[in-house]
């Protein structure tokens, strides 16, 4: 289920009402390189503006120049935009977005993933490597999509791709009230886990257990009573998709092993974001007292060619409404503004 809030434009017109026709700009450099409408990075730490920029140029016949229809704002995104994420090579100035949807040349409906690059998919054009990117069908909402991948990924690809998932597992979402925590849950059950347990903070606690939680477990508060509900809620825990990472995740690793009873039954701990922290003061004993595996899900750590392979089920789920991710589609002449909305709906922009 996706939910659409605060179209610009009038209602009803579909995902036309947030195509802005408004910017305008050269077509052309000096050159002759076509320019089209993008957001660009100037400078580290301030918020992309919309500027003419040159629309980059094919260099394998396996790559188009497409019209984009479509980009999620995620925190992956403005991690790249701040240059804070961890592939970031520090050039400036750049166009964010790491994926999207948009039409090719040849007619067709793609939803694509860029590789690590300057030249995002925040443009109105941009070009795309097609063996990076899968058919939609004709009349898929692309803000949906463009939504939705991203955060559902993170948990689809960590359960299929890096830990040995079997159906009936148990799986502890740590960060559960945020946008790609909640699709976790969703995703988690989808793909048979046994026991879903959430653990988050704030009033979309309440939400979990709509969401897929078979129990809930507050982080907020005293930490040594965290560590009480964590240890009570999830110490025989098979799978941790762990979005917070730092201080939390400590906590919850140290609370696992003290009250774990089966100690070697393997708990698989996938380090997924590190929202709390992009440093973890790990006790030795945890990983002593109990078979404790850390891993990460990720871009390196998982094979391009093994995401790609989920890509066209995720899809698939995501357009039959399977997850629940509200989405707010925005203009691109609207970008910078929207920056700086830290809201839960997840920003599509609509170059
Ligand atoms: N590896 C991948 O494939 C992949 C894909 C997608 C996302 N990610 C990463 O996953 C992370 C989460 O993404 P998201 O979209 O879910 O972010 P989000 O919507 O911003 O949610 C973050 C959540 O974490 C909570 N939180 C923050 N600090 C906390 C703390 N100290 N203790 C407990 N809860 C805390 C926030 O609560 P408050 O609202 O109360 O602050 C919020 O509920 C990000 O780091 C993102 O980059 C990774």
């Not at 995104?77 to 039409?103: E, F, M, N």
């Not at 009480?228 to 098979?238: C, L, S």
């Amino acid at each position: 289920m996706v939910g659409i809030t605060n179209q610009s434009g009038p209602p009803g017109r579909g995902t036309e009402t947030v195509v802005d026709t408004t910017v305008q700009v050269p077509t052309t450099t000096d050159a002759g390189t076509e320019l089209v409408p993008a957001a660009v990075v100037t400078a580290f730490g301030r918020p992309p503006e919309v500027r003419p920029f040159p629309v980059p140029a094919p260099r394998a016949d396996t790559e188009v120049v497409v019209d984009v229809l479509a980009d999620g704002l995620h925190p992956r995104v403005r991690s790249q935009a701040d240059g804070s994420h961890y592939t970031s090579s520090g050039s400036l100035p750049l166009v964010p977005g790491i994926d999207g949807v948009g039409r090719a040349p040849d007619g067709t409906l793609r939803y694509f993933v860029l590789p690590e690059t300057t030249l995002g998919t925040m443009a109105r054009r941009t070009v795309v490597d097609l063996r990076r990117s899968i058919v939609l069908p004709e009349g898929t909402d692309p803000v949906p999509v463009a939504a939705a991948m991203n955060p559902v990924l993170s948990s689809w690809v960590a359960l299929r791709r890096r830990v040995a998932w079997r159906a009936g597992q148990s799986v502890l979402v740590l960060g559960a009230t945020g946008n790609a925590g909640r699709v976790a849950l969703g995703v988690a059950r989808r793909l048979g886990a046994g026991t879903v347990i959430g653990a988050g903070r704030g009033p979309r606690l309440e939400l979990l257990p709509g969401l897929g939680a078979d129990r809930t477990v507050d982080l907020a508060g005293d930490p040594a009573e965290v560590a009480d509900r964590i240890g009570a809620a999830a110490a025989e825990v098979d799978v941790v998709l762990d979005y917070l990472w730092g201080e939390p995740a400590a906590a919850a690793m140290a609370a696992i092993a003290r009250r774990r009873v089966d100690e070697a039954r393997p708990v698989r701990w996938v380090a997924i974001g590190s929202v709390a922290g992009s440093t973890a003061p790990v006790p030795s004993a945890a990983l002593r007292a109990v078979a404790l595996e850390v891993v990460g899900s990720g871009q390196g750590s998982v094979p391009t060619c093994d995401l790609l392979a989920e890509l066209p089920e995720m899809a698939a789920e995501i357009t039959a409404g399977t997850f629940r991710v509200d989405a707010r589609p925005v203009p691109l002449s609207e970008v910078t503004t929207a920056w700086a909305d830290r809201g839960t709906d997840r920003i599509v922009v609509m170059p």
